[in-house]
């Protein structure tokens, strides 16, 4: 001990080791080695190499570890030379140090000579740091080891938990140095080489492993991923409720947007490109081992090797697609909030996107990228979905029956198309020929409604068929493929390309079927109405389409905006091209105008010349407009409310002519020619008006041989007699039973036995005479409704009922059904009306003169403009006396023979019309209007079922008959009362505006 410590003072004081070189044992001699090796000088280089904090640093942690308190990053080992687990060492470097920092100030604290080239601070600091060691190597070993211990579990509770992955990674360590090792030792070469290939699969377990692991991690971000786009959403609801500013979430946006396309467009190339992150399985080494057990658990751990690889490569392949998906799913979720965002924008900074600006052909770019993006992504979606075919586990995939079943409809429908293609021309002109033969069997003065509509049918047939064909096609489409976008969008194109084929031929048949002479000149121009038709109708669905499918795609941004202003741009030369087909057929249509204004002279002084284009242009668009005009005061004129519009203005013109040049009134209509245009008179001849359709009815129903009780409704002249005639004509064998109050039941059961059979058709007219108002009063017609049912097994009954008396029979009976077939006449249409008038004058043998009701001409007004004024007088003059009659054929002809007056010449002149004043009913009293009512709901009443059902005394009624009879309004024939057909029209307007009557 006592060498040791002389050693010990020796190196300290700076005694050169060779001075006391081979001193022996007993005079404390060592063999310090050669004189330049390096001595310790404890632990400050060594430990600084092992701890960065510097003595400072280290002087703290060895506070902290003597105090408990030392950071669990730190090992206490760094911060001593001796080892702390070893006793003796531990006392060698406690004694080193007391012995060190007990020498004299002169040789420690004084620090080294100026000569020394050494730093006095750090030599201060040394000498600190060797205290602080020595402090905590004095305490007690027990309080050492306590501190020691305290601060290895600080450090293994702070040492984080082995993950799974890196346990399965030690693990498969561990098996492959076994496996290694196994093979080191083999005893044949057969066994190396299986060990060796054990050890290779065992690291392909680890790989796979891993990247299961990785790609678990990367599925985690992106569900991670959707946070931002929740952020954005959010922004953006900030913009909108005003707390943020617009445009710069807008730029922000943009910055996002195309990083996510950038990510979509790398995961769509790594999609693509298809390169696994797995290793190759390799070739099956135990095919060419001979049987062992160490080959038998090769074949195992290679099968579940292979199951794995495969399970992680089909993850793989799935993290690839929901990449693609999830960005391409942003990237859609970002645009459309963009597109929000642009009505928010300012005005220049908009104008500036959406224009052709700098900053609008930049968003183009990107909008172009964009929908370069999404295709790509798509096509990727469709080549996957194509593969599945027949191929099972998969979502997107579809099994061979559901293709079977997809095509085979396909099949059928397309033989039955082509079928059909082939044999439709044929059977639409067959259909055509039969129902232009009905229409002059009918002796029709124009086609019937059928008629037009078939023409119609047979001019749109052709893009109608392809239309319904491909729309069936796509109802057998699986759900699965309509969901692809490819699928949509061909379905749009296809769709919109279908439909203006369409549109373009339906024009041009209504040009064909509602054209007259002065339209249709001749077939070149049909050809050449189509082909501009065509034109106009390609460029509208080629526009059409870019704006749906940028909308569909990119949405309405610049593109979109783009598209528009070119679309506007394009109709300039399209109506260039126009002009130059429809130059010489433009000048022809003009030359023929018999009337020319002063633009037409111009247009025809320029035929030739470089202004001929120009005047071409300004004939078309005044040609095109003047058309357009006709066809929308035709289809105007189809409303009944615009026809009673025109009505009104035309009364209004003949009051004011009146007014400005009174007409001195003529003689009154002869009384023969009064009367052939009487209203109850019996039509001469039948017109064609909306009873058509019931006469039609009732004739099927006569023919069915069902048999049955038909009820036919109508106001009092709207024709149920005429229409029961001329039923009766066309039915040989039916019977007219012309009813009244005193028939009785034995008359009818006569009328019943005396029609021939099979089939019976009674047709009771007035049938309303059975009907009473009154308690009691629907007596006789139960009786004769009652009978009626009896025999319906081989008769089939027609009553004729009043619309007066109708409300009455249906409240009074509706708890159960009265008739088999109900048919309601409707008011005639105008047309109807003015055929009819013009019909029964022509028949009277009348020539009309409708010159005092018409606008003076100008001077230079030729016979064509009379005629034509003269015709547009005509038609609104009879239009007139539809709206006063309110549709009624009956009350049209009674106000219309009263506006006729004879001449001197014996031509009829037409008069203004003639309508009774309603101020005289609307002074009657409350009885005296009940008693009208009585007269309108009974025709044919007389005192005694006026005062029984108006409960009045026969007094009372007999003074109103008389003041109605006094005043015009009422007339009276053996006994009977009824309304005057003058009066007709004005005496049911009263009782409905006084609730008395149903306006049904």
Not at 41 to 55: I, K, M, P, Q, T
Request: charged share 25%; net charge neutral.
């Amino acid at each position: 001990m006592s060498s040791l410590i002389s050693t010990t003072l020796a190196l300290l004081l700076g005694a050169s080791p060779a001075a006391d070189a081979g001193r022996g044992a007993d005079g404390g001699v060592v063999d310090a080695g050669p004189a330049d090796a390096a001595v310790p000088d404890g632990g400050l280089e060594d430990g600084g190499a092992r701890h960065d904090g510097g003595s400072l640093g280290r002087l703290h942690d060895l506070r902290a570890l003597a105090d408990g308190a030392l950071a669990t990053s730190v090992e206490p080992q760094q911060l001593f030379d001796a080892d702390l687990s070893d006793a003796a060492a531990v006392a060698l470097e406690r004694l080193r140090l007391e012995l060190l920092l007990a020498q004299p100030s002169t040789r420690a604290d004084a620090g080294p000579g100026p000569d020394a080239g050494v730093d006095a601070r750090r030599w201060a600091d040394r000498l600190e740091l060797d205290r602080a060691r020595l402090a905590f190597l004095s305490l007690p070993d027990e309080r050492r080891a306590a501190l020691l211990a305290d601060h290895a579990a600080r450090r293994l509770a702070a040492t984080p938990s082995e993950s799974e992955e890196a346990r399965r990674a030690r693990e498969a360590d561990a098996e492959r140095q076994q496996a290694l090792e196994a093979a080191r030792k083999a005893r044949s070469e057969a066994e190396r080489l299986a060990s060796e290939e054990m050890a290779r699969l065992i690291g392909l377990e680890g790989e796979a492993e891993a990247l299961k692991a990785r790609l678990a991690d990367e599925h985690d971000a992106l569900l991670a991923r959707k946070d931002t786009v929740l952020g954005w959403q959010r922004r953006v609801r900030d913009v909108r409720a005003g707390t943020a500013d617009a445009d710069s979430t807008y730029d922000a946006l943009r910055r996002a947007l195309r990083a996510v396309r950038d990510e979509l467009e790398k995961a769509l190339d790594e999609q693509r490109a298809g390169v696994s992150a797995l290793p190759e399985l390799g070739p099956d080494l135990a095919l060419q081992l001979p049987e062992s057990p160490s080959v038998e658990a090769l074949r195992e751990r290679r099968t579940r090797v292979q199951a794995l690889l495969a399970t992680v490569h089909e993850l793989e392949v799935k993290q690839w697609e929901a990449r693609a998906a999830s960005a391409l799913d942003e990237m859609n979720t970002l645009n459309r909030e963009r597109l929000g965002l642009l009505e928010l924008l300012s005005p220049s900074k908009r104008a500036a996107i959406t224009g052709l600006t700098e900053a609008g052909f930049d968003q183009a770019r990107a909008e172009g990228r964009h929908l370069l993006l999404t295709l790509s992504a798509h096509r990727l979606v469709l080549t996957d979905w194509l593969q599945g075919f027949g191929k099972e586990g998969r979502t997107s995939r579809i099994s061979g029956w559901a293709v079977t079943m997809t095509l085979v409809p396909w099949l059928v429908l397309a033989v039955a198309f082509f079928w059909w293609r082939r044999r439709s021309p044929a059977y639409l002109t067959m259909g055509l020929r039969r129902l232009v033969q009905n229409d002059r069997d009918e002796r029709l003065a124009s086609p019937s409604r059928p008629t037009r509509a078939f023409r119609f049918l047979m001019g749109v047939h052709r893009p109608l068929e392809w239309l319904l064909f491909f729309w069936a096609l796509l109802l057998f489409i699986p759900e699965v493929a309509r969901g692809l976008l490819e699928v949509q969008l061909f379905t749009v194109a296809v769709g919109w390309t279908l439909g203006g084929s369409l549109v373009v031929a339906a024009i041009n048949t209504l040009a064909n079927v509602t054209g007259t002479s002065q339209l249709r000149l001749t077939d070149e121009t049909d050809d050449l109405r189509l082909r501009s038709l065509r034109l106009v109708g390609r460029v509208v669905v080629a526009f059409a389409l870019v704006l749906v499918l940028s909308a569909r795609l990119v949405g309405k941004g610049t593109v979109y905006s783009w598209v528009l202003v070119v679309s506007g741009f394009a109709a300039l030369p399209v109506f260039l091209l126009l002009v130059r087909w429809w130059r010489e057929t433009v000048f022809r249509r003009v030359e023929r105008q018999r009337r020319k204004t002063s633009l037409q002279e111009w247009v025809l002084a320029n035929r030739n010349g470089w202004k001929s284009f120009f005047a071409a242009s300004l004939a078309l668009v005044q040609l095109f407009a003047v058309g357009a005009f006709k066809v929308v005061q035709t289809w105007v004129a189809s409303f009944e409310v615009a026809r009673r519009a025109l009505a009104y203005l035309f009364k209004r013109d003949i009051d004011r002519l009146a007014e400005e040049s009174p007409v001195v009134e003529g003689a009154p209509l002869g009384s023969e020619a009064f009367a052939a245009l009487a209203p109850d008179r019996p039509a001469p001849s039948w017109v064609a008006c909306p009873a058509d359709e019931h006469l039609a009815a009732l004739k099927a129903l006569a023919t069915s041989g069902d048999g049955g009780v038909a009820a036919l409704v109508g106001g009092r002249g709207q024709g149920k007699t005429t229409l029961l005639a001329q039923l009766a004509g066309q039915l040989p064998g039916a019977v007219v039973v012309r009813c009244t109050k005193s028939m009785t039941l034995d008359a009818l059961r006569e009328a019943h036995a005396q029609a021939p059979g099979p089939l019976k058709v009674v047709l009771l007219d007035d049938a309303s005479s059975f009907i009473k108002p009154l308690m009691g009063g629907l007596k006789p017609f139960d009786e004769v409704l009652a009978f009626a049912r009896g025999t319906t097994d081989d008769t089939l009954w027609v009553f004729a009922l009043d619309r007066a008396v109708w409300p009455f029979l249906r409240r009074a009976r509706d708890a159960r059904p009265l008739f088999d077939e109900l048919f309601d006449l409707e008011p005639w249409a105008d047309e109807h009306i003015g055929k009819l008038l013009a019909g029964r004058s022509e028949e009277a043998g009348l020539t009309l003169d409708f010159g005092d009701l018409m606008e003076p001409l100008p001077a230079s007004a030729d016979e064509i403009d009379r005629l034509e004024v003269l015709s547009a007088t005509r038609t609104g003059y009879f239009r007139m006396v539809w709206d006063h009659a309110g549709g009624n054929p009956a009350s049209a002809l009674e106000s219309w023979r009263c506006s006729l007056s004879q001449a001197v010449d014996g031509v009829v002149k037409v008069r203004r019309l003639k309508t009774p004043s309603p101020a005289r009913l609307e002074g009657l009293p409350d009885a005296a209007v009940f008693i009208l009512r009585g007269v309108l709901q009974m025709p044919g009443a007389n005192l005694e079922d006026l005062s029984e059902s108006t409960r009045l005394s026969s007094t009372h009624v007999r003074a109103a008959l008389r003041y109605g009879q006094e005043h015009g309004y009422l007339e009276e024939t053996g006994g009977a009362y009824r309304v005057t057909w003058h009066w007709l029209r004005a005496v049911v307007l009263f009782l409905e505006r006084r609730h008395l009557l149903v306006n049904s």
